[in-house]
């Protein structure tokens, strides 16, 4: 007798749904790469734009300190509307925004029309990263799944400065400075395309947005970091800086008393209480903080006192995101093992070991003996640090306000790399000086090792506030 051969059925619903999430990861990742290589992928093209577009050098470090100023200052307000708006609906706003303002860069005639471009593309990564993030943990529930899901769009967020660098730099080498912007483009587009495919649709929860404490927050962040970032090449003295500073910190006092009263607060100050989303904001600014000096001052020493070119040092840091990519994704396999506390301060002493190692590296260092396994070092912790970082920074908060938690992370990070990286680099200009290689490598030194400090005694935080706590 023969039997019946059954035909082949249709893909499991199952199946399918796994798929769908798949893909939804990379569209997410996609989103954040755009976000965090934001300025990154600039950087390496800021000479090319001053010649083309006659901008002196004064006025050149606008081009990623627009971006920077509106990415800072909108993101507790991107947050939040990702929660009372819907995350998908805002993921998309914030995306299109970001794309259309690419539009305008690629094609931007003068340089007030290309600092406009880089602001509008700051609101925008503003909108879609606290979205995207919420995204994923609406997707994946706590626990194993959501870990590796974490793992992979860790890896992409941590990697994507050092890849940014490097993709800036060839894109710029071989064509031209606007195909930097056009790059950004297609991976814009592509997530557009995709989105409503293979991300569901999310509501809101329909609680009236906080525009007072929006407006409030967002003003004293932009003044915030708009100051540091003048404080970086007028000076701390400056009237501009001193004035921008003192509004800011009396507007976020203001926000501060405001959020206590208000009935549906931007932020709820209670989140401070738990202590995951204390130490993931104390870990997120001392990693940007020491990484994004890192990235600062590495390429002064390699193409300074080194002698290589932008594209020989670009890729001297391109190991940085691989490293990352592999020891991010380790780290989401074994957190349900070893927990957030664990990785985020192994990988922060990890990221100190590394910044030690540059702070050994001589006027005539080699690659392999001093660069290499200072990069390698550092991107271990990078990786480690950052997935923990980023589950902790979510871990006991309602699924309601994963938006604004995600975005009050974020911010942390633009803190870190906005005002710990001026201070580092003014630390720089006053224990060295240009005078000599030997006196300029001196100022590093020193900012290397404020570094180092700053990471052992977060460290030191974040275990004292996780010691009584689950890991995970």
Same mark, same amino acid.
């Given at each position: 007798m023969v039997s019946e051969i059954e035909p082949v059925s249709p893909l499991r619903p199952e199946a399918s749904e796994a798929r769908r999430r798949r893909l939804a990861i990379v569209v997410l990742a996609a989103a954040l790469a755009l976000d965090a290589g934001g300025v990154a992928v600039v950087n390496a093209a800021l000479p090319a734009i001053g010649q083309d577009l006659g901008i002196d050098n004064a006025d050149l470090q606008w081009t990623m300190t627009s971006y920077a100023v509106t990415f800072a200052g909108f993101l507790l307000f991107g947050g939040r509307a990702a929660d009372v708006l819907g995350r998908r609906r805002v993921f998309i706003l914030g995306v299109g925004l970001f794309t259309a303002a690419t539009v305008l860069a690629v094609a931007a005639? /003068? =340089?007030?029309?290309?600092? +406009?471009a880089r602001a509008l593309q700051g609101v925008g990564a503003a909108l879609s990263g606290p979205a995207s993030l919420a995204l994923v943990t609406e997707m994946f529930p706590e626990g194993a799944a959501r870990n590796r899901a974490l793992a992979v769009y860790t890896s992409v967020g941590a990697s994507s400065f050092s890849a940014g660098v490097v993709v800036g730099g060839v894109l710029t080498d071989f064509f031209?400075?606007?195909a930097v912007f056009m790059f950004?483009?297609?991976?814009?587009?592509g997530v557009l395309m995709t989105v409503r495919l293979v991300i569901p649709r999310s509501e809101g929860n329909r609680e009236p947005l906080d525009i007072v404490g929006a407006t409030i927050v967002t003003s004293? +962040?932009?003044?915030?970091?708009?100051?540091?970032?003048?404080?970086?090449h007028a000076g701390w003295d400056d009237k501009w800086t001193l004035s921008s500073l003192v509004i800011s910190a009396v507007l976020l006092s203001v926000f501060v008393i405001w959020e206590a009263r208000t009935a549906n607060p931007l932020l709820d100050l209670a989140i401070f209480r738990k202590p995951t989303v204390s130490a993931a904001t104390v870990a997120a600014v001392a990693f940007f903080t020491a990484v994004l000096a890192v990235l600062f001052f590495a390429p002064l020493y390699l193409q300074g006192l080194l002698g290589y070119s932008p594209l020989q040092s670009g890729l001297a840091i391109l190991p940085m995101g691989v490293v990352v990519v592999l020891s991010s994704t380790m780290a989401g396999r074994v957190m349900d093992r070893v927990g957030q506390r664990a990785l985020v301060i192994s990988g922060l002493l990890l990221i100190a070991a590394g910044v030690a190692l540059w702070a050994l590296t001589p006027l005539d260092g080699s690659y392999w003996a001093h660069v290499l396994p200072a990069? #390698? #070092?550092?991107s271990i912790?990078?990786?480690? =640090?950052?997935?923990?970082? /980023?589950?902790?920074?979510l871990t006991g908060v309602p699924q309601g306000d994963h938006g604004v938690a995600g975005g009050l992370n974020v911010t942390a990070q633009q803190l870190g790399g906005s005002v710990g990286v001026a201070a580092l680099v003014t630390l720089a200009a006053s224990v060295g000086s240009a005078e000599t290689p030997a006196s300029t490598l001196a100022g590093y030194h020193a900012a290397y090792y404020a570094a180092v400090a700053l990471l052992v005694v977060s460290s030191c935080g974040i275990a004292a506030l996780l010691r009584a706590k689950p890991a995970s």
């Open positions: 005639p /003068t =340089a007030g029309i290309l600092m +406009l031209s400075w606007r950004n483009l297609v991976i814009g587009i004293g +962040l932009l003044l915030a970091v708009f100051g540091l970032s003048r404080a970086g990069v #390698v #070092v550092m912790g990078q990786g480690i =640090a950052f997935a923990g970082m /980023t589950a902790a920074s």
